[in-house]
């Protein structure tokens, strides 16, 4: 089920895992799931979303441990107060982040910096600018309505993706307005957090990048300010080993 050998994670690099749809036994991931965890799986009506769940947390449980170089049922995950989860223990530096959509899930990992992901699947949106109206800045809404129509479903996820990677960083959920900050949307804008209401340091904390996970998909990484490498892996993959590309941002 892990993938050999889990790549070194060096201080300076993002790792990104795509993970896709396998064959894998879910009972052989169940039996890594904590209690909490098969519980949280079993209230799930549809089978379909109880494999899912059992299949992006047992793989999380195995890239972790491979990352620490224990073993999987041992890890000990708490979350804050707006249920962010990380691994217990106040020396562990491995900081990770996960979301998932139709067909994909995409795990980030790091260390010593906190990070948050966002993925989504490319299509078009209803109740687009219903939504946006309600949850976008004022900044954001005026970028989205000078698009091209065409392109709005797409400008849109940007925003969304971003977004949400930068509320998952932050570790603070519906606590934080989504419409009091601003991120870059316009395809031709480079990813970035723009504007913040509460604290006009934070855009220089932040740093925010845009994620083509595969054909068909969009997302978004936030995380804190550093010279970061990004690193892409795949799972299920035939070479688990060697990074699908990588590049220094």
């Not at 309600?134 to 065409?150: D, G, K």
Request: hydrophobic share 40%.
């Amino acid at each position: 089920m892990l993938p050999h050998p889990v790549p070194r994670l060096n201080a300076n690099e993002v790792h990104l895992w795509t993970l896709t749809p396998g064959a894998e036994d879910v009972a052989e991931y169940t039996s890594l799931l904590s209690p909490t965890e098969v519980d949280r799986a079993r209230r799930f009506r549809f089978p379909a979303l109880f494999e899912r769940f059992v299949s992006d947390h047992g793989r999380l449980r195995l890239l972790l441990a491979g990352y620490l170089q224990a073993d999987p049922q041992t890890l000990d995950f708490v979350e804050n107060a707006q249920g962010k989860p990380r691994l217990s223990g106040p020396d562990c530096r491995l900081r990770f982040n996960m979301s998932h959509t139709r067909g994909l899930t995409m795990i980030a990992v790091c260390l010593d910096a906190e990070l948050g992901i966002d993925v989504e699947a490319m299509r078009p949106v209803e109740d687009r600018d219903d939504i946006a109206a309600r949850n976008f800045s004022p900044i954001e809404n005026r970028t989205l309505q000078a698009e091209p129509e065409a392109e709005r479903d797409a400008a849109f996820l940007r925003c969304w993706t971003r977004k949400e990677a930068y509320v998952k960083a932050r570790g603070e959920g519906l606590s934080l307005p989504l419409d009091g900050f601003a991120v870059t949307l316009a395809g031709k804008d480079r990813p970035a957090l723009v504007h913040c209401a509460w604290d006009e340091h934070e855009p220089y904390r932040w740093m925010v990048e845009h994620l083509r996970p595969m054909a068909g998909y969009i997302g978004a990484l936030a995380i804190e300010q550093g010279s970061w490498a990004i690193l892409n892996f795949t799972w299920p993959s035939s070479n688990h080993a060697n990074p699908a590309h990588g590049e220094r941002i």
